[in-house]
């Protein structure tokens, strides 16, 4: 790591940025019926997600500007507490929130440590990665380590439960073994089995079971089971080419649950129509080719598998969560990146912009 720091990347920050805004003005639009019936007011969520915000840019900007190899001598401490946090969530110190238990705090004020968990285990693998890479092609030496902390984590994580978070987790770190030059056959291997325990999951939840014949048809059963997927494609269906207009969805009048959470790109697409869904959807695709420019750039192997892990985490999750809204993958929990309100969630995806944008300043300009 003898590259001298220059700029950051001023493109993939201007992306963020506007992400991060299109996110604030979906949270009001979708959240003020909810807000001023739940809470009085309604700029309630506004406020919170802005001050998160804040919060999070702040941060971000810390992160930015100190030396990485500050961020890599972090990775093994980091993934110890990740873990630790991960364990307490499941004892009575963690807290429940909609029939999971995923959250530690007090009162109102908390965090999410499986959201702490993405940008954790991807810098604990770049770390470990790059440092093996003359034996990442042996199974035991190259991949059991990592493996096994994956392991650890996704475990607990589906303890809380949360198999979106698990999802995205598992082909992130799937990714960088790719990125690091893993063999083909053991990479096959790997594929087949979380194919496998997936679909073990599914079937040993009856909850899943049921999100999953729900996927195969929404509208089987539209008034109970379906009601929520029903309901989402009818917001996107409603929007048509240029949407309904800011401020004037109908299914944020309680027909659509989560509407300013898991399921507000329904609401961009009820309000912003197809040319809005396929802004934000672009903004995701650029994001993706300037984090994986920024990872083929980087001389360092440690910089370039941080940069492809931190990518593959944020885009994986935004279309995770698309494809649940638009009914292309069966319903999960999981949040759109800088567009959901969650502060705990966009807390830790602008700390992980935060190291990508410090890659980015070690990246070779070309």
């Known amino acids: 790591m003898n590259r001298k720091k220059g700029p950051p990347d001023l493109v993939l920050l201007a992306i963020v940025l506007t992400l991060l805004g299109i996110g604030l003005l979906m949270v009001f639009s979708s959240s003020s019926v909810t807000a001023g019936v739940r809470n009085g007011d309604p700029y309630y969520y506004l406020k ?7 919060l999070g840019l702040t941060v971000m900007f810390i992160i930015m500007k100190i030396d990485i190899r500050i961020i890599k001598a972090l990775a093994y401490i980091g993934m110890i507490f990740t873990i630790i946090c991960l364990a307490l969530v499941i004892t009575p110190l963690g807290l429940d929130a909609n029939g999971a238990t995923r959250w530690l705090g007090v009162g109102s004020i908390g965090f999410s440590p ?3 968990a993405k940008p954790a285990i991807v810098l604990y693998m770049a770390r470990l990665l790059s440092n093996r890479l003359t034996k990442i092609q042996d199974f035991i030496q190259g991949l059991g380590t990592p493996l096994f902390v994956l392991m650890v984590a996704c475990g607990l994580i589906m303890l809380q439960p949360d198999l979106g978070t698990t999802v995205d987790i598992a082909g992130t ?13 053991h990479m096959i291997g790997l594929a087949l089995t979380g194919v496998a325990g997936v679909v073990a999951m599914i079937f040993v939840a009856p909850y899943r079971l049921e999100r999953f014949l729900s996927y195969l048809d929404p509208f089987d059963d539209p008034i109970d089971t379906d009601f929520q997927i029903v309901q989402s ?17 109908r299914q944020k009048y309680f027909y659509l649950p989560e509407q300013h959470t898991d399921f507000i790109f329904a609401i961009v697409g009820e309000e912003l129509g197809f040319i809005g869904c396929a802004f934000v959807i672009l903004l995701f695709i ?14 360092d192997p440690f910089i370039s598998l941080l940069a492809a892990g931190l990518t593959c ?49 070690y990246a070779k300009k070309r």
């Not at 073994?177 to 083909?184: C, N």
């Not at 809204?325 to 969630?345: D, E, H, M, N």
């Open 286 to 299: 650029l994001l993706a080719w300037r984090g994986f420019k920024i990872a083929m750039e980087a001389e």
């Open 173 to 185: 770190v799937y990714f960088m073994l790719w990125a690091a030059g893993a063999r083909i056959a």
């Open 48 to 54: 919170r997600q802005s001050m998160w915000a804040v």
């Open 233 to 249: 494609l009818y917001a996107i269906g409603s929007g048509g080419l240029f949407g309904v207009g800011i401020g004037q969805s």
């Open 114 to 116: 499986s959201d702490l």
């Open 313 to 361: 985490m944020i885009v994986f999750q935004a279309f995770i969560n698309i494809g649940v809204v638009t009914a292309t993958l069966p319903v999960t929990g999981i949040t759109l990146p800088f567009i959901s309100y969650g502060g705990s969630s966009l807390l830790f995806t602008l700390i992980a912009i935060g190291m990508l944008l410090n890659a980015s300043c």
